[in-house]
């Protein structure tokens, strides 16, 4: 089998460890030159590939590509545009087709969430009608960690490390002051849909500390919900309360709704917590701090699970695996085989059962009163935020690498996106 | 001389290493059997001592007081509660001599900031007005770094350390955003009247990212403001704005005052980021994120500065040699002897230059444009942030201990606090 070329681009909300799926596609393509050519990156994701703006990676060191592994946010670029319906966006798809073929790419690594999952899935089938020999493969990537039949997603570790581990950490400053100031801390994280990511903030409940969660999977309600933290502050002096930005009324409404919407016209949130302190503020009369977590969470790679840099970087290299196998529109999952040792394999999916399909907290991983986490859930997290995988520092800050990026001279005409 | 007991007590807003300077006093203590007996704590702060409400140290393990070095917030609580003029509030002096007297107190190590530093200093003055022996000693403390003489105060370079580190990690990941989505980033950081913290933001300029700082020190100009961002926008595609809490505008109104007011009288504020990122949004139409970090900054002993737990751990020690040599109304410093290699030694102020001093970011540190640092200001900063001191982590969560706080039998009535 004669070598081609790759294309790995970086798609949607990037994370902690999406560059060290980066570093485990490039690392593993390079252990088969034999098969595989160049490593072309899309600049900004799959724009790049739509305006043949193609970053050559065989430009860069081994160190470099190696440094990727603790270096944050995608290296690349990434974008928010979504390919829509074959139907309706043909033009678009044959245009990466035409890309892929002036380039000589056979393989198409696409590192993302559920959109990009389906794109990929797209472009595979469009090859196929376009009899283009062209092999699709999915990284995982979301810190929602909302994707199917993968046990988790590369991204999600780190940032629900991340929230378990500040949340423990203002909680014994909140129980430092709450004698006579503040008595309630509100945590803002991510999860649109899912509430994955405000779960691991019910970890710290083990570390003795009172926390109310808040899941988007459970509709808000205000009486209940004040009068859990007046117990807890009654009871323990304190207490914590995580909520998701996706928490909702009962009437479907968020929280913190403000009317704007992405690409992908999902709506566009912030501002939950400052709402839930308000809400507790009121109804108790106590002094009641808030944070909003917002890219620190998502960005921080200084305290990013072992584990999941780990996977991440398996995911990565899976996907080439995969590639010479001859596999197509799969994706490399996390199959976890025990929960304590943790233990898992590398696993494949098809795209055609990824794509749209989001996975919500399930109702037995969150406690009956709605504002907690299970054991089965705590049993789920813990494996996820094992181990530090600390970057070097020089000068006090993470020696994080930069890429020269340079690109590929164009062969085609110009091509107008959205 | 006889064996006297001590009494040390945490005030004020907490810090990642105030337990370090805890661990500094008891462990020195300990040293000195022969000359301090028991090392009791207050419980909240000076509250303890005004309601006999003390914790007896000596029975927690060596091994226990140890960990208190990489705990973070108060282990004994802390509290806002200002004693204020002697004139005025002579009852709460003279009880706090009371207490000292029937537990047999020869030493006061009051750990805080500005205010404690008072309250230090009047304690000492009415004991020796009072006729009883003791030695206050104020153990400097504050993430504002806004205390005068000392050149940094412990606290303030573990902030420091976390404002850089999460201001470079987000900007990579806006800086991965930019092409189609979030091209400003804004994270609002503490300091109510000394833009210290905001500084440390303005490191990450020379990790190539394009950041504005908008200081406490400096009136906020929005059109030069928004003139500035747009100009990095356009330039580098994207831009990383750092605010401190204790931005106001011209006429003085803070940018996000709240209008409500804490125990020591100062305006609590929260919420300049969203009031930031509102005003790039709308003049600039482009879309922004902006995250608060609130407590998160302070109580984040994961990524503490090595210096600063170092540091705090020295003026704790200092502290009880200073006591040991019959010194009273002073406090343990920080002498810097040079930026680069950084050298310093551990100093001595009185607490009459200290009391009620604040120290603001000089303006020579400050950009001429006012919305960056100078070298100056990163020549000052650097060794602050330098060094990592990792926490041990157990089930992915760091390793923090709890003290058992065992009560001392009270001896005296009760006392009734404000």
Redesign the interface.
């Known amino acids: 089998m004669s070598s081609r070329n790759a294309f790995y681009a ?1 798609s949607g ?2 994370t ?1 460890v999406i560059n060290a799926s980066a570093c485990g596609v490039i690392e593993a393509a390079r252990r088969h030159r034999d098969r595989i050519g160049t490593v072309f990156a899309g600049r ?1 994701g799959i ?1 790049g590939a739509l305006t043949e703006d193609l970053i050559d990676t065989s430009k860069e060191s081994d160190e470099t590509i190696r440094g990727l592994r603790s ?5 690349f ?5 979504k390919l829509g319906a074959i139907e309706t966006h043909r033009r678009e798809y044959e245009r990466l087709i035409d890309v892929f073929r002036a380039h000589d790419i056979g393989y198409f690594f696409y590192n993302g969430g559920g959109d990009s999952a389906d794109t990929c899935h797209k472009v595979s089938q469009l090859s196929a009608a376009m009899n283009y020999p062209l092999q699709a493969i999915h990284v995982p990537k979301t810190v929602d960690n909302d994707l199917p039949i993968t046990d988790c997603s590369p991204g999600f570790g780190s940032v629900a ?1 991340y929230v ?3 949340a ?3 909680s ?11 008595k309630v ?1 509100v ?1 803002e994280v991510m999860g649109r849909h899912a509430g994955w990511i405000a779960a691991a903030g019910g ?2 409940e083990t ?2 500390v009172p926390v109310v969660v808040l899941f988007p999977e459970i509709p808000f309600d205000r009486e209940a919900f004040v009068a859990r933290v007046e117990t807890l502050v009654k009871k323990r002096g304190y207490c914590t309360v995580v909520v998701s930005e996706g928490c909702r009324n009962a009437d479907g409404s968020f929280l913190a709704e403000q009317g704007t919407r ?2 992908f016209g999902h709506a ?1 949130l ?2 939950a ?2 709402v839930v302190a308000r809400i507790v503020a009121d109804a108790l009369g106590v ?1 009641v ?8 969470q ?6 990013a ?1 072992r584990t999941d840099v780990v996977q991440a970087y398996e995911v990565g290299e899976k996907a080439v695996a995969l590639a010479l196998e001859g596999r197509n529109a799969v994706m490399p999952t996390i199959e976890r085989i025990s929960d304590e040792p943790y233990a898992y394999r590398i696993g494949v999916a098809d795209l055609a059962e990824v794509a749209n399909v989001e996975k919500a907290v399930p109702r037995a991983y969150i406690g009956d009163d709605g504002f907690g986490i299970t054991a089965a859930c705590r049993a789920y997290l ?1 494996p ?5 995988d ?1 970057p070097a ?1 020089v ?4 020696r ?1 690498v ?1 890429l020269n990026n340079e690109v590929v001279t164009k062969k085609l005409e110009p091509f107008a996106t959205r």
């Not at 670029?77 to 545009?81: A, D, L, P």
């Not at 701090?289 to 620190?296: C, G, R």
């Open positions: 970086q909300g990037v902690a900004n724009l270096t944050p946010a995608g290296a670029g990434s974008c928010r545009y490390k378990a581990v500040s423990l950490e203002a014994f400053d909140v129980r430092s002051m709450a004698k006579t100031s503040t801390f945590l970890l710290i570390h003795d992405d690409a566009q912030g501002g917590a400052p002094k701090h808030w944070a909003v977590a917002d890219y620190l998502r960005a921080a790679r200084h305290i699970s813990v996820l935020i094992q181990g530090e600390y520092y000068d006090g800050l993470p994080f930069r």
